[in-house]
Nanobody, 123 residues
């Protein structure tokens, strides 16, 4: 079993930055492909970014490319999402999630989820 706890959300003005963290405990962190998803009010949960278990491959939603950076620290069992140049449309609850074998942009392919952290971007 894997437990995930997100932190770092908050209220920020458009153009600002936030760094989200996801602390993992339980099974071996380094063997999983790690993901960030987000869900805005009234919308479906959508893929934001992912990083392979070795960290060599990263994947991004087109709308966040060049603004968001996903990274992981296997020694600290922590996943990060650096978000720069934030826009009001980035407002959502952000979730970290894990797949034990591969990257996938599909929420139903994730085995583990955190409870989320709210990011609000004001205009």
């Amino acid at each position: 079993q894997v437990q995930l706890v997100e932190s770092g959300g908050g209220l920020v003005q458009a153009g600002g930055s936030l760094r989200l963290s996801c602390a993992a405990s339980g099974r071996t962190f380094s063997r999983y492909a790690w993901h960030w998803f987000r869900q805005a009010p009234g919308k479906e949960r959508e893929f934001v970014a992912a990083i392979s278990w070795g960290g060599g491959n990263t994947y991004y939603l087109e709308a966040v490319k060049g603004r968001f950076t996903i990274s992981r620290d296997n020694a600290k069992n922590t996943l990060y999402l650096q978000m720069n140049s934030l826009k009001p449309e980035d407002t959502a609850v952000y979730y970290c999630a894990a797949n034990p074998t591969r990257y996938s942009p599909t929420p139903r392919d994730m085995d583990y989820w955190g409870k989320g952290t709210l990011v609000t971007v004001s205009s």
